[in-house]
């Protein structure tokens, strides 16, 4: 055979499997929608569970790397603990063992037949679910295709003594082998697919089993570099989590090595078959990994904390934990995670509002300047609340959905105002003058600006807890105190004006001062009683 036709089959026929791979775990991600990532979420509680789920979801999706992402994204989002991800991370590689496997029925004959069923599902079939499910198919059948032409090509070569003597000479270098197949497996983002194209040459019967297990073990090593792409720039815990997808693929490999001999000798008393010894040497190196590891996950949660210790820089305060981009094909999680991020940032508010009363009392400059930095926070932190809706608005939107995207819109607005109000007016305007002036506030009138200032602290701390539980109770209880905050704010002015009339010093020196303390306060309570509005509906 002409070798550039040899060297065009080969390349084409990797495309199609490579593709077909992709569009093919698209497709299912797709049909099965949200739920693999609530599966994830909810179906973790004990270790086994866990490794059923990561077996479960990752045989959907086809992808053991797709579901460490998920992972990575999970983690990141706080949404799982490391103790859980780890036993899910143990059942995808068991899961990933099913693609293979059913590479290796040698039913390539049937792709056309694949392709001619999946093309009028995705053309002539509206339903989503429908169409997606065909795509899956469709990419089922670019999968078996590329395996036969492979498999086609590399026919007139099963006699050829210099192509026997290479893969001998390969087969004596196993190190060597393990590299290459790592590196094929990163590069092409599929264990699956280095193993696939492994197959089409052992149903040749040019894959000698030597030469087949460090390509197995080469590429469950290299499937764990997508998930530690994705963790960069990540949090601590989805580091962790991607860590340990390569952690144990290296503990795995490590044994799998020193004792080839004997793991070649099990593996050839399951088949005889070439093809089918390399997808079982797959499923056993992963299955052993698995129920070998999975009574340590707490051990190995605690050596990858140390490994990978919790980032404490000022950086990493700064950065948002909760918006996390792989969720934002599933819109309701996505606003969901946006909701953490803005309560997190009501935290950050929460914080400033009640310490800002104790520079009023002391002229603490240095807390007066450390509530400022946390303002600084709030403003970065709506700013990547508002982009990543931004980002998510992009999606189709149900209508309660885009009412609770408005409402967050609002909250953290609100949220942004208040921590304005007390960085920029309340503490670097009139603390600032009183703590430069060395002014003094009269007992009295120290004791309004604090009884006001807890009512309103307890008003706004009841706002977040009304939009936190969406209990319109709290929030109608929101309501009526501002009316009464506002009475008293009005008292509270006429007290401090009472006391200008009886001459008292410490009054006249900070009237102004005091009054607009009185009036932030005021203003401080009416953007958290917006909030509660958002609970009530009133958008």
Known sequence: ??????????????????????????????????????????????????????????????????????????????????????????????????????????????????????????????????NHFGRALLGFGFIFLGLKVITDTMTPFRQDPLVQEVLLSLAAAPLLVLILSVGLTALIHSSAGTIGIALAFATQGLMPLALALPIVIGAN??????????????GTEARRVALAHALFKVIGAVPALLFMNAFAWLVARTTSDPARQLANAHTIFNVAL???????????????RRLVPEDRSHEAQLKPRYLDPQVLDSPALAIGQATREALRVADIADAMLKASVEVLLHNDAGLLEEIVRRDDQIDFLETEIKNYLTRLSESTLTEELSRQEMGLLYVINDLEHIGDIISKSLLQSLARKKIDSQATFSDEGMGEICDLHAKVYENFELAIASYATNNQELAEKVLRHKARINAIERTLRQAHIDRLHRGLRESIETSSIHLDVLNDLKRINSHATNIAYVVLGHL
């Open 1 to 130: 055979m002409n070798p550039n036709i040899v060297l065009f089959n080969l390349l084409g026929g990797t495309s199609l499997l490579l593709y077909g791979m992709r569009i093919a775990g698209e497709g299912m991600q797709k049909a099965a929608g949200s739920q693999l990532r609530r599966w994830l979420g909810t179906l973790t509680n004990n270790r086994l569970t866990a490794l059923a789920t990561g077996a479960v979801v990752t045989a959907v999706i086809q992808s053991s790397s797709a579901t460490t992402v998920m992972l990575v994204g999970l983690a990141s989002a706080g949404l799982m603990s490391l103790s859980q991800t780890l036993g899910v991370i143990l059942g995808a590689d068991i899961g990933t063992t099913l693609t293979v496997q059913l590479l290796a029925f040698k039913i390539q004959d049937y792709a056309l037949l694949l392709i001619g069923v999946a093309v009028p599902m995705m053309l002539a079939i509206r339903r989503p679910q429908i």
């Open 290 to 304: 698995a129920f070998g590891l999975l009574p340590f996950t707490e051990f190995l949660a605690i050596l990858l």
């Open 221 to 234: 090593i290299g499937t764990s570099a997508t998930a530690l792409l994705s963790s960069l720039g990540a």
